[in-house]
């Protein structure tokens, strides 16, 4: 259930409880952002340079789950705004449970983890250069909806395995200053 709001509804989503984020970014910019508090939806809204979003985004407070916070945060950082608060990152979780793996992108963590590749069919650019292609913020919120979907079933693998404090104590705070 993927939908299309303003951006004041999708940083209220974010600010309500530990929700799930993905960026879409063209040409260097953040042109939008997508939450999923989980349950296969998401919220996306197209975003100005600055506002309540990038207010969220930068708020340690606000527990946020990504896919490859260091990006995500290299992209924010570069546009003027910045990325804190992060308490999973589906990356690093994938490789902390599989090391020997090289392939960690939401499709095939989202076929391992969850049985189906839940942005099959969303591909980046496939319609590049159509005259009616559909806009590219139902991937971004797909993305938010995968996250959201992951976090509960790799954060208990983590936590079975015994890798949270190598997670929470290492791997989450060196993802920033990599």
Known sequence: ?????????VASALRSGAAAVALRVDDGLVRGA???????????????VSGPVHDALLDEE???HV???KVMERVL????????????????AGYLLDPATTVYDLGSLSE??????????LEEGEDAGQLFAEDPWRRT???AAAVGLLVPVMGERIDKEGLRALLDDV???????L
């Open 1 to 9: 259930d993927l939908t299309q709001v303003d951006a004041r509804k």
């Open 34 to 48: 997508a939450v999923s508090a989980g349950g296969a939806q998401a919220t996306y809204a197209p975003l100005e």
């Open 62 to 64: 606000v527990d946020k």
């Open 67 to 69: 896919h490859d916070a």
């Open 77 to 92: 950082t570069a546009t003027g705004g910045g990325l804190d608060g992060v308490s999973f990152d589906t990356l690093v």
């Open 112 to 121: 391992r983890y969850l049985g189906t590749d839940l942005l099959a069919g």
């Open 141 to 143: 919120a797909a993305e």
């Open 171 to 177: 791997e989450l705070p060196l993802s920033s200053v």
